[in-house]
């Protein structure tokens, strides 16, 4: 079964203080991986997408980066209006854009 | 996400009611994706829908659920006898004709809350 699993489940930072989130997968066929940021009562808001192992993208201090099992969103320096859930999500065959979704990781930026 | 609009913003129905969920894809997308984030939970597929036709279905409980996207007007969801184990954000998102893979672009949801 194909599997998408987000790690922490929330983090807590100090305004400044660069971490990462990571997202693994257990899928067969992976299309398109993606990251999305939610905020509360909102719908998600699309960051990036990336395709295989080895690519990067990178938008103001977010940097995302996926390898052969896992992707990474990197955040530099985090500041409070980055607290947000981020979401990452997987497309697999099939010919059109279904995607599995994990959790979420619970970001909180403290000033 | 001010391209895919969702009405209403918020529901609120008594159990063995009937909910209806409406949403406009974004100019242009032919194709609508029905998801549903229960609290403390990812978001799930329900339904993915092109014009006039429900394409994967396979999210979807097969009982008092249903979906459409008629040829003219907003895709509908519709939830039949609501139960309180209904109650939960629904977001649809759209995605243009012709393109397979890229990411889909979401709604802000209908909240949806059964008493």
């Known amino acids: 079964e194909d599997q998408v699993t987000q790690s922490p489940e929330a983090l807590r930072l100090q305004e400044g203080e660069s971490s990462s989130l990571n997202c693994s997968y257990t899928?067969?066929?992976?299309?398109?991986l993606f990251w999305y940021r939610q905020d509360p009562g909102k719908g998600p808001e699309f960051l990036f997408t990336?395709?295989?192992a080895g690519e990067e993208k990178e938008k103001e201090r977010l940097k995302a980066t996926l390898t052969k099992k896992e992707s990474f969103l990197h955040i530099t320096a985090p500041k409070p209006e980055d607290s947000a859930t981020y979401l990452c999500?997987?497309?697999?065959?099939?010919?059109?854009?279904?995607?599995?979704f994990g959790i979420g990781t619970k970001l909180q930026v403290i000033p | 996400n001010a391209g895919v609009m969702q009405n209403p913003r918020h529901l609120v129905r008594r159990r063995g009611q009937e909910a209806r969920l409406r949403c406009s894809p974004m100019?242009?997308?032919?194709?609508v994706y029905w998801y549903r984030q229960l609290p403390e939970e990812g978001l799930k597929f329900m339904v993915y829908l092109q014009k006039e036709n429900i394409i994967d279905e396979s999210g979807m409980p097969k009982e008092r659920f249903s979906a459409e996207f008629p040829k003219e007007g907003p895709s509908i969801l519709r939830i039949q006898q609501v139960v309180r184990g209904d109650s939960a954000a629904y977001f649809c998102?759209?995605?243009?004709?012709?393109?397979?893979?890229?990411?889909?672009?979401f709604g802000n949801g209908t909240r949806l809350t059964v008493t």
């Open positions: 899928v067969s066929g992976l299309r398109g």
């Open positions: 990336l395709y295989s």
């Open positions: 999500a997987v497309q697999i065959g099939g010919g059109y854009q279904k995607v599995t």
């Open positions: 100019k242009g997308h032919s194709h």
């Open positions: 998102a759209s995605s243009p004709p012709g393109l397979n893979n890229g990411p889909l672009h």
